[in-house]
């Protein structure tokens, strides 16, 4: 942001005298380079030549980078219903997951009292169990025959043979349900930090509760808003157990395009071009995003 | 700012109370404020300053009794519905927004016309133009503490409420922003409600002062007249220093009640007798008390104490601080004015001490002697 100010660089100073070599700050960042350098950049590189190959090559035939370009344009022309489909449920789901997670952050952070702590640990317990078997018992919750179906066609919300999974209601909610704790978290954070008698200030201030909130706890939790929606709409855009498991092929996410591709057909240069793709578009709104929702004002 | 009738805007609380699930904080407190005045509510931690002004903001309500502006109750209105502003300890400044729409901040809630000429307005009066468009944090504390001020003054409400408003600031900042505040209130011309708990700050600046201990008032008046004439030794000795000396009331004499003090005959004026049982506290100012060698003639006639040992001298520039032991065991504080015409006794010294009696006053006997002492 701005540049250092004194005391900082009167800290630094002194930093440096006490750290000896100037090269200590190196030697400290090497483990974390090391694991980035294995686990991001190398496998990053190979998906990119994959993206590269000449989509001729097949298992038997082998695969070579012969910077085919077009793979890109392909993989557009015959997966974009899937690529469109998966920021339209990640977005919806991610919708949905702010304000159910903002009203749960907001109640634990100032009404639960002396409950804070249980709540908390209650938002988090559902990764002691692994998500693919928390989607598999939704599938079971959800089943044609399951009392969620049949108590919601007896009260007529659904038809005679209406039905939940295999739906884009299922899908949503699958996504929804699995990522909502990647947004209560952030959101609790930022909501706690809040100094309740700002609100009490707004209040002195004219604001009825309801302005208040929109004028002052609103704006100063931003910055756990845009934490969670990331860290819901990126995992989500590329999720694709949920619609697996919850949906049928008309609700094939782009993710479970890239999987098939890479394990049953083995095009290995369309998968990787979907894959930077979808890369590129999430890095590309999420820079657009935080321009827009502007956290650096924020204290 | 219509000013139909100035009583119609003074603040009233009658029997207010206060409990808290294990305490009372505000005991049947009775308080009458004067529209324009500048009062404070003075005692230490705890003693419910903070409680009283928290419900006179709306943002506790009384458990009983009842607050009035003007004719108008309060006692249950919502904070954003009374004509009542805080600036609050900490100041509670909005980190998000900057100083120009911290001081809009009521005035757009209300929807308030020529927002930027009043806020310009505020911000010459707190002398803050040009940092109109900082942040908070980018703003020492005193000027944090002068946004916070311009913002509850910029609604004009009949109350301005100061909740230890210039606890966090430095000693000599803290003595420029009580002349600042003084010059503003009577700028301004609102009633200021200011809580604090040094007792220099309340007499520096408030017309009224309200000593408060343990939920009430203990006594309410100008601060000459609390400092002069305390009527409890809680008061006598949260306001300043006393001497308290015990005594047995022998008589009253016309305007004057005679006392036995350890054997000597001392009188204080019947006015100042705060008591009418046959014991009582004789109190007297340390910088009332005179003192001078044995047998030197002392220019204050009436009380006249002899055998006193000097235990402790503290020479601090405008006056020197003497503890003086008396024969009945009892340390005496004196302080003296440096004039540089009095000689300053060393350790050891034998001394009379001697003061007007009409500087004196008699408290009840029933009360702590030690009430008030502050620990620091």
Redesign the interface.
């Known amino acids: 942001m701005a540049a250092l100010t004194a005391p900082a660089r009167a800290a630094e100073d002194s930093a440096k005298r006490v750290g000896g070599s100037r090269w200590t700050g190196y030697w400290l960042l090497a483990p974390g380079a090391l694991w980035l350098g294995l686990f991001f950049v190398v496998p990053f590189y190979s998906l990119v030549s994959a993206s590269l190959f000449d989509p001729n090559g097949s298992v038997l035939t082998g695969y070579k980078v012969n910077y085919h370009v077009g793979n890109f344009a392909t993989a557009v022309k015959d997966y974009h219903p899937e690529l469109l489909r998966s920021l339209w449920y990640a977005g919806l789901a991610t919708l949905i997951c702010l304000v159910i997670g903002y009203v749960l952050a907001y109640a634990i952070a100032f009404k639960a009292g002396r409950w804070r702590n249980l709540l908390l640990v209650l938002v988090i317990a559902p990764f002691f169990t692994s998500f693919l078997l928390r989607t598999l018992s939704w599938k079971l919750i959800l089943a044609d025959h399951g009392f969620v179906v049949s108590t919601l066609q007896h009260l007529h919300v659904l038809g005679h043979d209406g039905r939940l999974l295999n739906t884009w209601l299922a899908v949503v909610a699958g996504i929804v349900y699995n990522f909502l704790p990647f947004m209560v978290l952030p959101l609790y954070a930022s909501l706690e930090k809040i100094?309740g008698?700002?609100v009490?200030?707004?209040?002195?201030?004219?604001?009825?509760p309801f302005?208040a909130f929109f004028?002052?706890t609103w704006?100063?939790s931003l910055p756990g808003v845009v934490a969670g929606t990331l860290l819901t709409f990126i995992p989500a855009a590329g999720d694709y157990i949920n619609a697996q498991l919850l949906g049928s092929p008309g609700e094939r996410m782009v993710g479970n395009v890239i999987q098939s591709l890479f394990t049953s057909s083995q095009d290995y240069a369309t998968a990787g071009a979907l894959s930077l793709i979808l890369m590129i578009i999430i890095i590309g709104m999420v820079l657009v995003y935080i321009r827009k929702v502007g956290t650096e004002?924020?204290? | 700012m219509s000013q139909a009738s100035e009583g119609s805007r003074s603040l009233h609380l009658s029997q207010v109370t206060k409990e808290f699930a294990s305490f009372t904080a505000v005991d049947s407190l009775d308080l009458d404020v004067a529209h324009g005045s500048f009062f404070a509510l003075l005692g230490p931690s705890g003693c419910g300053k903070t409680t009283t002004l928290r419900m006179v903001?709306?943002?506790e309500t009384p458990t009983s009794g009842s607050i009035r502006i003007g004719d108008t109750d309060i006692t249950y209105a919502?904070?954003?519905q009374r004509p009542?502003?805080?600036v609050?300890q900490?100041y509670?400044?909005?980190?998000?927004l900057d100083v120009h729409e911290n001081i809009a901040?009521?005035l757009r809630?209300?929807r308030s016309a020529e927002v930027d000429r009043q806020v310009k307005d505020m911000l010459d009066l707190v002398e803050l133009d040009g940092q109109a468009r900082k942040?908070p944090?980018q703003l020492s504390g005193g000027q944090q503490q002068r946004v916070a001020l311009a913002?509850?003054l910029v609604?004009g409400p009949d109350v301005l409420l100061l909740d230890e408003p210039l606890g966090a600031l430095d000693l000599k900042l803290r003595r420029a922003m009580q002349i600042e505040l003084k010059r503003i209130q009577t700028e301004v011309g609102l009633t200021f409600v200011h809580v604090t708990h040094d007792q220099e700050e309340a007499m520096t600046m408030a017309d009224t002062v309200a000593v408060m201990n343990a939920g009430v008032i203990e006594q309410m008046g100008a601060p000459a007249e609390l400092y002069e004439n305390p009527r409890t030794t809680f008061v006598a000795n949260f306001l300043g220093q006393s001497n308290l000396i015990a005594g047995k009331v022998l008589g009253r004499d016309g305007d004057f009640v005679k006392v036995d003090m350890h054997g000597i005959a001392v009188s204080v004026p019947a006015q100042r007798a705060h008591t009418d049982g046959t014991e009582g506290w004789v109190g007297i100012r340390p910088e009332k008390v005179l003192i001078a060698e044995v047998g030197e003639d002392i220019d204050a006639p009436g009380n006249h104490l002899e055998g006193g040992i000097v235990t402790d001298v503290s020479f601090v520039g405008v006056s020197t601080q003497y503890l003086v032991r008396m024969p009945w065991g009892q340390e005496l504080q004196v302080f003296e004015q440096n004039t540089g015409r009095r000689k300053i006794f060393a350790h050891g010294e034998k001394v009379d001490l001697s003061w007007r009696p009409e500087y004196a006053f008699l408290l009840d006997s029933s009360q702590d002697v030690n009430a008030g002492i502050e620990d620091d």
């Open positions: 100094d008698r700002l009490e200030a707004a209040g002195d201030l004219y604001a009825s302005t004028k002052v704006p100063l004002d924020l204290v | 903001a709306g943002l919502k904070p954003y009542v502003n805080t609050f900490s509670a400044l909005f980190p998000h901040f009521g809630r209300r942040k944090h913002r509850a609604n």
